[in-house]
């Protein structure tokens, strides 16, 4: 036989017992033709093209998924940042938008679509200001948008102006959604160094040297690596636990090369890249945390949390490099609190504190992602916070992001529920003193040194 | 005159069964897959371009079917028949019995399948229903891509 009797059963117990399975297809489509004048002409193109380009995709996703008994468990779509779509639109208020890509995606049965965004790094266009603007009243009025704004970058520095513009959004947002715990800010990121072929969201969107169609995946499998790391015992040194969690992510990276080559094959678009991101949902077994727990950690969050993940993140890039042809994305472990069991369990625990989770963030793939803080910090605080976050990315040439919720009404300690992949989240205490003179300096944050690479 | 022909050039043309580009067009690799998957073919001046041979891809229409459960009299056969009624030829297969748990595995060609993949799929599942058996089909593709490199 081509392939050992353990072998087949591996991959099988991989899909059945630890939650193996492609994280998302996201066909990334270009917009750039919807561009007019008229905010109604433009949602009209939108929606039109996203139902006529986008029509296979669930059911190719379907057959894959029967095909190959690899379960696909989000088909989404992401789409150029609309701000450079409804530039030269009249009206300023793009909502309307908004709703025709809320009402392709419930259409086309995905279950998000990303590319209600804007590039803002440097500073502002008139279509920029105004998808900025229409942000809160867009992410209310609809289910399944995203909207994600980059405000930063390593070679442009800091846009104070947009961070503090992103702390007022952001609070704006949460309280036109407060009846479902400020959901609509699950739907929201503010980066730096957005990446251009995200298949993840909220972030994601269809960059601007993109091709006409492209189809992106991205991989999961946390609960592979838990089992392996588990497995291994206390006593394996670190450069076992690396080879380990190297060699299970190069076989997880495989399945997600094939399922993204055959699924762009049968969609007749181009195979962009595959994000070796390990993405946990708040299934049991399915955590990023319970990866770092393995490892000896009595919770996530504990003194060695840093360096725990900065050994899994290194070491699930170099497995996946090996299986992918293109890899692109954020490739890097997340850690969204509110997505993740064990982070939750180490948040209500007070074993994980915002603090330590930016600590985290310099070392893996995205940012303070996912966390529910008190209904009543100001947007200045909110847009400090975004700001360390930026700096955190600037330096270290990384992506970084912001998603957080100012949960209306909630205090720390209180719970927030979203539901479904978004989760359930504690409210984490944010400090309380002030930063409201700093972030309302304005201009921008000039870029590091390490930006002079020529 | 089009320099370079790209997959969306051919896109616009897929309802075509022969496209013609002046010679000297350029037409990219995607484009080539694209087009010999839809039949079209494809001339840049007079020279028809060969269907690109796929290097990392090469399609199989072979399956991987593993049933797992307790174990009792006539399993195989049980399988087995599912298979022969549609037209699957069993390539390889093996099995284990330990401590009263059945494993067993076999490669099987569907290549002359009678039914889609996934109707095979639905009939080999009923039928493990009957023998208190789990059943699972794949495609062979996924095992040469997580275990070879």
């Known amino acids: 036989m081509s392939f050992s009797r353990d072998e087949i059963i591996e991959t099988i117990r991989m899909v059945q017992a630890e939650n193996l399975d492609i994280r998302t297809i996201t066909l990334g489509i270009s917009l750039r033709d919807c561009a007019d004048e008229s905010v109604y002409k433009i949602a009209e193109k939108i929606y039109n093209k996203l139902t006529q380009t986008a029509e ?4 190719v996703a379907e057959e894959l998924e029967a095909e190959f008994g690899i379960p696909i468990v989000n088909k989404r779509i992401s789409v150029t940042p609309i701000a450079i779509v409804a530039e030269s639109c009249r009206e300023k208020d793009l909502t309307t938008i908004a709703e025709a890509m809320d009402r392709a995606a419930k259409e086309l049965k995905i279950d998000f679509i990303g590319g209600f965004s804007a590039l803002v790094q440097k500073g502002f ?5 105004n998808l900025i603007n229409s942000i809160p009243e867009a992410l209310s009025s609809t289910e399944r948008v995203c909207a994600s704004v980059n405000a930063a970058s390593s070679r442009a520095g800091i846009n104070m102006d947009a961070v503090l513009a992103m702390g007022h959004v952001i609070k704006k ?10 959901i609509g800010c699950a739907k929201l990121v503010v980066f730096a160094n957005a990446v251009e072929d995200n298949p993840f969201m909220a972030g994601a969107f269809h960059g601007p040297g993109e091709a006409e169609t492209t189809v992106n995946i991205g991989i999961s499998g946390p609960g592979v690596v838990n089992t392996v790391i588990r497995r291994l015992g206390e006593d394996a040194d670190f450069g076992e636990l690396a080879e380990a969690v190297k060699r299970t992510a190069f076989k997880i990276t495989r399945a ?5 080559r055959e699924a762009a094959r049968r969609l007749g678009a181009s195979f962009g890249v595959i994000d070796l991101s390990l993405a946990p949902t708040p299934a049991v077994g399915d955590s990023i945390a319970n990866i770092l727990e393995a490892m000896g950690l009595e919770r996530c969050g ?3 949390t840093t360096a725990a993940l900065m050994l899994l993140n290194d070491a699930v890039k170099k497995g996946g490099a090996m299986a992918a042809s293109y890899v692109g994305g954020l490739s890097g472990a997340f850690i969204p609190v509110s997505e993740d069991a064990g982070m939750i369990r180490a948040a209500k625990d007070g074993a994980l504190t915002i603090e330590k989770l930016e600590a985290m963030t310099c070392v893996c793939s995205v940012g303070l992602d996912m966390i529910a803080i008190p209904g009543d910090t100001t947007p200045e605080t909110i847009a400090a916070i975004i700001a360390d976050e ?19 009404g909630k205090k720390a300690g209180d719970f927030v529920e979203f539901g479904g992949l978004l989760g359930r989240a504690p409210v984490m205490p944010v400090s309380t003193f002030g930063s409201s003179v700093f972030v309302r300096r304005g201009g921008r944050i000039p870029p590091p040194i390490q930006s002079l690479v020529n | 005159m089009e320099i370079l022909v790209t ?11 022969v496209l013609r580009f002046p010679s000297g067009s350029l037409v990219t690799k995607e484009a080539r897959t694209f087009a010999a998957s839809r039949g079209i073919k494809i001339y840049v001046g007079d020279e028809l371009l060969e269907e690109p041979f796929p290097v990392n891809l090469k399609p199989t229409k072979r399956a991987v079917i593993s049933v797992i459960g307790e174990d009792r009299v006539g399993i195989i056969a049980g399988i087995s028949e599912v298979l022969a009624k549609n037209n699957v ?13 059945f494993t067993m595995i076999m490669v099987v060609d569907i290549a002359d399948c009678r039914v889609s993949f996934d109707e095979l799929k639905k009939l080999l599942e009923e039928r493990g229903n009957s023998l208190s058996v789990r059943v699972d089909a794949q495609r062979e593709e996924v095992f040469r891509f997580m275990h070879r490199i």
């Open chain 1, 302 to 304: 504990a003194p060695g």
């Open chain 1, 173 to 182: 947002t949460a309280e036109l959604t407060a009846d479902r715990d400020g």
């Open chain 2, 89 to 101: 030829n069993i390539l390889d297969i093996t099995q284990t019995s330990i401590e009263g748990l």
């Open chain 1, 256 to 260: 997600g090369e094939l399922i993204g």
């Open chain 1, 56 to 59: 296979n995709l669930v059911p």
């Open chain 1, 125 to 129: 266009t008139k279509g920029d200001i």
């Open chain 2, 7 to 17: 997959l969306d050039t051919i896109k616009n043309h897929q309802d075509s069964k």
């Open chain 1, 390 to 408: 930026m700096a955190i990315g600037v330096v270290n040439k990384k992506t970084t992001a912001v998603r957080i919720i100012p949960a209306p």
